[in-house]
């Protein structure tokens, strides 16, 4: 007899890490070179975390044997609630912030302790798919709100508006944006916010890409904005000090937090049931936030990620029927195949010949969400002869593809 998994699962999937990776790892075992731009993990690139959150986290680790609160370290929360002092988010204190397992942790436990069967959330498409995937898990049911490309890919207000039902219990937001890159703007947040204020909806605000941001953009955490609204913000090590395999993130709740007083209990309950998170790495917290912060030599003018996402964002407008919208934020291009030029019909399909033809790895957009087969996310993690030859492979296989 088989033995099936359950039914919870049955609307659950994460397909950046789903069957085309299945096969890549199979033609690395076979002995093949995978030039793969498919993961945000900035450590395989060469990108190393800063030597001082290596060398606490090592002078802590005699000390970092037993558990901690469930909320986690006092000297982490402290910083974390320091963090937000800065960017401007009234009323957070140090019980109003919970340390997770990377974000990705928080996220499955802040949807699991609000979401009942049937509750929508609306989330954006194209998303990171993990949202989607922790709301279908929890019971309830995904409601995709479209970005718009034609847009700088801002969220289309009016279509998120339009979404919004008596079962809609919040918004999920993601900014900066991946896999777009967008970065939001003031009006566009207040918008959102007041779409929120008026229903009556939590406001879950993933902002992981917060110090990852180019040219002239600037991060606004949505929740300065709604000092009125109940606001969950995530926010992590993973990227901005490319630790992601430490497991280390946090959510800080803002805003009426007396009208949540049973959602925060819900919280508590599934803090204190996974015990708390990993120990030496919330030793990392502190001096990562209190440190000097590297990653802006990698994002300013002559830093590594600027010049990368400058040269991928020319080389993919460079291919005759793609273009692509210059992402502002993360790691991360996500263009757009034109169907008059190569019309594609499944996705998945295409990553996967891409893969087996050109020994290249990347996520289709269909992965994130996306309801039309027309787009592709990379990472812009590559050093440049890596990008280079990545985005020479795929014009070069596009301009024979057909399906
Ligand atoms: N949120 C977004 C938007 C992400 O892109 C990622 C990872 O790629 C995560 C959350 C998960 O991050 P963590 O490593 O903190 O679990």
Redesign the pocket.
């Known amino acids: 007899m088989q033995v099936n998994k359950s039914n919870k699962l049955a609307n659950v999937c994460y397909d ?1 890490r789903g069957p085309v990776l299945k096969h890549a790892k199979r033609l690395e075992e076979e002995g093949h070179r995978i030039l793969k731009l498919n ?3 900035p450590a395989p690139f060469g990108f190393e975390a800063p030597e001082e959150i290596l060398q606490d986290v090592i002078r802590n680790l005699p000390t970092a044997q037993g558990y901690s609160d469930s909320k986690g370290l006092f000297s982490a929360r402290k910083a974390v609630m320091q963090y937000y002092q800065q960017k401007k988010v009234e009323g957070v204190t140090i019980e109003d912030i919970y340390l ?8 499955v436990m802040a949807l699991q302790a609000l979401i009942n069967n049937g509750d929508e959330v609306l989330i954006p498409a194209p ?2 798919p ?2 989607t995937a922790s709301v279908s898990l929890s019971g309830g049911k995904p409601v995709h709100y479209l970005c718009d490309e034609q847009s700088n890919w801002y969220p289309d207000i009016e279509d998120m508006r339009g979404k919004i039902t008596g079962n809609t219990r919040a918004i999920v937001l ?1 900014n900066p ?3 777009t890159g967008a970065v939001y703007p003031k009006e566009v947040l207040e918008q959102i916010i007041e779409l929120a204020r008026q229903h009556n909806l939590v406001l879950f605000s ?1 902002e ?2 917060d110090k990852i941001l180019y040219d002239d953009a600037e991060h606004i955490s949505t929740a300065s904005l709604a000092p009125d609204v109940l606001c969950l913000t ?6 901005s000090y490319r630790v ?1 395999g430490f ?3 946090w959510v800080a709740i803002s805003g009426p937090k007396h009208k949540a007083k049973s959602y925060i209990e819900g919280l508590d309950i599934l803090a204190s049931m996974r015990l708390c998170a990993n120990v030496p790495s919330q030793h990392a917290i502190q001096t990562a936030l209190g440190g000097y912060q590297s990653i802006n030599d990698l994002v300013l003018p002559g830093g590594r990620l600027l010049e990368q996402r400058n040269r991928a964002w020319e080389l993919l407008n460079d291919i005759p029927g793609v273009s692509c919208i210059k992402p502002m934020g ?3 291009a996500f263009p757009r195949i034109d169907p008059k030029v190569c019309p594609i019909h499944n996705d998945e399909k295409f990553a996967l010949d891409l893969l087996l033809s050109e020994k290249l790895l990347i996520v289709q957009g269909t992965a994130f969400n996306w309801p039309w087969p027309d787009h592709f996310r990379v990472v812009t993690l590559p050093r440049l002869d890596d990008l280079e030859m990545a985005i020479g492979r795929i014009g070069g296989f596009l301009r024979n593809y057909s399906q």
């Open positions: 950046i993961i945000g993990n997770g397992n990377g974000v990705s942790e928080l996220i998303d990171y993990l949202w993601i944006n991946n896999p993933d992981i890409y995530f926010n992590g090590l993973s990227k992601a497991r280390s993130g993360a790691l991360y």
